[in-house]
């Protein structure tokens, strides 16, 4: 029965196979790294290396070379006029709002790992929060630049801000876009502080392992002097709870006032009391994807497969599945809704949805958000690499479908056949959406080269060794306890080695 | 006192130990298990400016060193409440009120009729109030929390050592620092020879 041992099993890929419960123990969550010294080694070698790996250079110098385009997409756009855009007189918001909304809902799967499974004790979140929360920065950078070059006159973008001017007008904040101003902006302040303070500690690693003048300085200046003190560490750990309650909430409004822009207007298939929870749901289904999709590669290239294992990607998975469920729910109950609210227009908006003009966009986001998702009920998809890998980019295109979708198919048919137009996207619209990936892989890839990856100080926190009453280990570390498989940390059953406590 | 330390550094090799004042003594540990008894009997003995070192928190050391719950929270609980009054006052005031008021410049608000709504539609500003209050409670947090901690201080002694470097990798450090009341050089390095230590090293101040 070697199987029902979590120690002892491998998958087919050959990876160790820490996804099955044993009950009475806890699943390891880091393999093959006896001492804390063992994790600081995996992680800071990736920014201490002198030269980055090779398919880093070509990756960085590909994300380089779109958000150049991206750079001179909206210069043009900001010379020439939104005429550039495909918009037409019904269809004033296509890919420019697609866009936005679509990174800003990848950015809450971050904020998702960090702030909430962070409340709920979640221990495996540390393998992988660091860099879910620096996608999560990126993708709000991303975000933040469309609502910024959609409004046309460009230069007068303090008027979203409640700044005296010798108008003396006012921002008007009874509309919902006003609310999303400073929701988004909030999002981005928060997120940021959330993900520094998290990095502290490891940058002050970094600060006393570097040995060139330039890493000492930088790393030092941003580690502002952390010595691991515990009567530090005591106020730490509070304001990082802090930060994580108070980031909980803000992540469900935030993407509840993304979707109070479409809800509170009278636009048929927008005017939905479903959807601030729905576009929360599909904010976490596509933010889990794009941390997939980002951490299969990472991993495998920054040799940090013992700490991101495969129950870590197992479980991003199963968030998926679930909120892949909810998506599709959703889908249905707006097409309940369209028939049983007995309204001419709302019915004809949703049959026009799957039936109309779009109907290919339509369907492509069914396949990709509703089927999908539904292959990860089967254990050997979950956790081959290859496949979810995959599956999270069928789900992230049809993320930005679905985006596509709401905005585009809803306003291109409304009330009045005569005032019909159909969208089509110029080259200027692919250009920027390209770009924007551009962006951020560039973002992510600085930040992959040369800040730490993983949340060091995190990670040892959930080490077995970590915790006081374990007992004196001999020498470096605890040793493999008895019954352990060869090569893999033990992980014994110990009541409360939290990372934090409450 | 030459036993006392391993920095390689001929200051630190403690002949001058007579004539250069001392920041602390150092005591490392193996495991937070160790470091955690070791803070238990520092404590008893009375001490007073002392501190525990370690790469990441280590669960049920605060109790050990005796360290008080921060106020931190109900601080921050002010600063959102703060958060929720600016964002009542900045939108009852720029859109429901026709008052002129300094702040900074003069300003002047403009009552905004909107779909026939009333001028003080406080429903419609709830989501503004409430990002305003997370905005001030997060910031304050983090702002609080390093204001509290002493930092940014770039520079501490204890950044002379060698040894407290694998501090932020993975030993587990006491200090004890000479300001303290109880502190005498021979007597404290004797009292912490007992907590069973890896090592014990001087600081410089």
């Given at each position: 029965m070697t199987t029902l041992r979590a120690d002892q099993a491998f998958l087919p890929s050959g990876e160790p196979d820490n996804t099955v419960e044993v009950p009475g123990t806890r699943a390891p969550l880091v393999f093959n790294h006896d001492s804390f010294h063992a994790v600081t080694e995996t992680v800071c070698k990736v920014p201490e290396a002198k030269s980055p790996p090779l398919i880093w250079t070509l990756g960085f110098l590909l994300a380089l070379m779109c958000t150049g385009m991206l750079g001179f997409m909206v210069t043009y756009l900001i010379f020439t006029g939104v005429g550039v855009w495909g918009l037409n007189n019904p269809v004033s918001w296509a890919f420019d709002i697609t866009n936005f909304v679509f990174w800003v809902g990848i950015g809450?799967?971050?904020?998702?790992?960090s702030a909430i499974l962070f409340l709920f004790r979640q221990k495996w979140?540390?393998?992988?929060?660091?860099?879910?929360?620096?996608?999560?920065?990126?993708?709000?950078?991303?975000?933040?630049?469309?609502?910024?070059?959609?409004?046309?006159?460009?230069?007068?973008?303090?008027?979203?801000?409640?700044?005296?001017?010798?108008?003396?007008?006012?921002?008007?904040?009874?509309?919902?876009?006003?609310?999303?101003?400073?929701?988004?902006?909030?999002?981005?302040?928060?997120?940021?502080?959330?993900?520094?303070?998290?990095?502290?500690?490891?940058?002050?690693?970094?600060?006393?392992?570097?040995?060139?003048?330039?890493?000492?300085?930088?790393?030092?200046?941003?580690a502002l002097g952390w010595r691991g003190s515990n009567r530090h560490w005591h106020r730490y750990e509070r304001a990082y709870l802090l930060l994580a309650a108070l980031s909980t909430p803000l992540v469900l409004s935030v993407h509840s006032v993304v979707s109070f822009d479409f809800a509170v207007s009278q636009l048929p298939g927008w005017h939905s009391t479903i959807f601030p929870p729905y576009f929360v749901a599909g904010a976490i289904f596509s933010g889990f994807a794009m941390v997939v999709t980002l951490a299969v590669p990472a991993r495998q290239l920054f040799g940090l497969k013992n700490i991101i294992t495969i129950r870590h990607l197992d479980n991003m998975n199963k968030v998926i599945l679930v909120t892949g469920c909810m998506v599709g729910y959703a889908y249905s109950v707006e097409f309940f809704v369209a028939w049983y609210s007995g309204a001419m227009?709302?019915?004809?908006?949703?049959?026009?949805?799957?039936?109309?003009?779009?109907?290919?966009?339509?369907?492509?986001?069914?396949?990709?958000?509703?089927?999908?998702?539904?292959?990860?009920?089967?254990?050997?998809?979950?956790?081959?690499?290859?496949?979810?890998?995959?599956?999270?980019?069928?789900?992230?295109?049809?993320?930005?479908?679905?985006?596509?979708?709401?905005?585009?198919?809803?306003?291109?048919?409304?009330?009045?056949?005569?005032?019909?137009?159909?969208?089509?996207?110029?080259?200027?619209?692919?250009?920027?959406?390209?770009?924007?990936?551009?962006?951020?892989?560039?973002?992510?890839?600085?930040?992959?080269?040369?800040?730490?990856?993983?949340?060091?100080?995190?990670?040892?926190?959930?080490?077995?060794?970590?915790?006081?009453?374990?007992?004196?280990?001999?020498?470096?570390?605890?040793?493999?306890?008895?019954?352990?498989?060869?090569?893999?940390?033990?992980?014994?059953?110990?009541?409360?080695?939290?990372?934090?406590?409450? | 006192m030459s036993t006392l330390t391993t920095d390689p550094r001929p200051e630190a090799q403690g002949v001058r130990s007579g004539d250069v004042p001392l920041h602390a003594l150092l005591a490392e540990f193996a495991t937070p298990g160790e470091l955690m008894h070791a803070a238990e009997a520092v404590r008893k003995a009375g001490f007073r400016w002392w501190d525990c070192h370690t790469p990441f928190p280590v669960h049920g050391l605060d109790k050990a060193?005796?360290?008080?719950?921060?106020?931190?929270?109900?601080?921050?609980?002010?600063?959102?409440?703060?958060?929720?009054?600016?964002?009542?006052?900045?939108?009852?005031?720029?859109?429901?009120?026709?008052?002129?008021?300094?702040?900074?410049?003069?300003?002047?608000?403009?009552?905004?009729?909107?779909?026939?709504?009333?001028?003080?539609?406080?429903?419609?500003?709830?989501?503004?109030?409430?990002?305003?209050?997370?905005?001030?409670?997060?910031?304050?947090?983090?702002?609080?929390?390093?204001?509290?901690?002493?930092?940014?201080?770039?520079?501490?002694?204890?950044?002379?050592?060698?040894?407290?470097?694998?501090?932020?990798?993975?030993?587990f450090v006491l200090v004890i620092q000479a300001r303290d009341p109880k502190f005498s050089r021979g007597k404290t390095e004797q009292f912490l020879r007992t907590l069973n230590p890896v090592a014990v090293e001087a600081v410089e101040a």
């Open positions: 809450h799967a971050g904020t998702l790992i979140r540390t393998g992988i929060n660091r860099f879910a929360e620096a996608m999560t920065i990126f993708a709000v950078i991303c975000a933040g630049l469309f609502p910024g070059i959609h409004i046309g006159r460009v230069w007068l973008a303090y008027w979203l801000f409640p700044i005296p001017n010798q108008m003396e007008m006012w921002p008007q904040f009874r509309s919902p876009l006003l609310w999303d101003v400073f929701a988004v902006s909030t999002y981005f302040t928060v997120s940021l502080l959330f993900w520094y303070v998290g990095m502290i500690p490891d940058l002050a690693t970094l600060r006393d392992r570097a040995t060139g003048r330039i890493q000492q300085f930088g790393y030092g200046l941003f227009y709302e019915k004809f908006a949703f049959v026009n949805r799957a039936f109309g003009q779009y109907w290919w966009a339509y369907w492509i986001m069914v396949s990709c958000n509703v089927i999908t998702p539904q292959l990860f009920w089967f254990k050997a998809i979950r956790t081959s690499i290859p496949l979810m890998f995959i599956l999270s980019i069928f789900v992230n295109v049809g993320m930005w479908f679905e985006r596509f979708v709401i905005i585009v198919t809803s306003l291109a048919n409304d009330f009045l056949p005569t005032s019909w137009d159909t969208f089509v996207p110029t080259w200027v619209d692919v250009g920027t959406m390209v770009g924007a990936f551009g962006l951020f892989f560039t973002l992510f890839l600085l930040f992959c080269r040369y800040l730490p990856m993983i949340a060091m100080a995190e990670v040892k926190a959930i080490m077995p060794q970590a915790n006081p009453h374990a007992g004196p280990g001999p020498g470096p570390g605890t040793g493999p306890g008895p019954g352990t498989g060869p090569g893999i940390g033990h992980a014994a059953a110990h009541s409360h080695g939290e990372g934090a406590h409450p | 060193m005796g360290i008080k719950p921060t106020i931190l929270p109900i601080l921050v609980f002010g600063a959102g409440a703060t958060g929720t009054a600016v964002g009542f006052a900045l939108q009852a005031f720029t859109n429901s009120s026709a008052l002129t008021l300094w702040a900074i410049v003069w300003v002047t608000g403009y009552p905004f009729l909107i779909s026939g709504k009333p001028l003080l539609s406080t429903p419609a500003f709830v989501p503004v109030m409430f990002e305003l209050t997370i905005l001030l409670a997060a910031t304050s947090t983090v702002f609080l929390m390093l204001l509290f901690n002493g930092l940014p201080w770039l520079h501490h002694p204890l950044f002379r050592s060698e040894r407290f470097r694998r501090v932020t990798d993975d030993k």
